[in-house]
C-alpha cells in the first residue's frame, strides 16, 4: 500500500519562512519522480517544484523559482519544501505527489499518480 503523508504548514506573516515535509510510504522500491503541488480556494491545482529522485535534479514554476527549494532524503524516503520569502498569494493546501517511471519534470497534475492528503499554508500581509 503506498502512501504519501505531508506535514509542516501553518500561518505566516509575508516575508516569512516554512518547510514541508512528505513522508512516502511504499513498501517497495522508492518513487522515480516527486513533486508539491498547490490549489487555493475556487483555482485549479497547480505544480510548484518536481524532483528526479534518483539524480536529484529539479524544475520549478515560475511564480516560487528561487524562493522555494525542492530536496530529499532518501535514506528517510522523504521530500521537502523550503518555502522563503513568502507571499499571501502562496497561500493554498499543499500536496506532495510521486509517480513511477520518467515524469521529464513535468508539473502537470496527469503525470502523477500519487497523492497526499494536504497540508495548508497561510501567508498573511
Known amino acids: 500500500q503506498v502512501q504519501l503523508v505531508e506535514s509542516g504548514g501553518g500561518s505566516v506573516q509575508a516575508g516569512g519562512s516554512l518547510r514541508l515535509s512528505c513522508a512516502a510510504f511504499t513498501y517497495t522500491r522508492s518513487f522515480d519522480c516527486m513533486a508539491w503541488f498547490r490549489q487555493a480556494p475556487g483555482k485549479e491545482r497547480e505544480g510548484v517544484a518536481t524532483i528526479n529522485t534518483s539524480g536529484g535534479r529539479n524544475d520549478y514554476a515560475d511564480s516560487v523559482r528561487g524562493r522555494f527549494t525542492i530536496s530529499q532524503d532518501n535514506a528517510r524516503n522523504t521530500l521537502y519544501l523550503q518555502m522563503n520569502s513568502l507571499k499571501p498569494e502562496d497561500t493554498a493546501m499543499y500536496y506532495c505527489?510521486?509517480?513511477?517511471?520518467?515524469?521529464?519534470?513535468?508539473?502537470?497534475?496527469?503525470?502523477?499518480?500519487?497523492w497526499g492528503q494536504g497540508t495548508q499554508v497561510t501567508v498573511s500581509s
Open positions: 505527489a510521486a509517480r513511477w517511471g520518467a515524469c521529464n519534470y513535468s508539473l502537470r497534475v496527469s503525470v502523477y499518480n500519487y
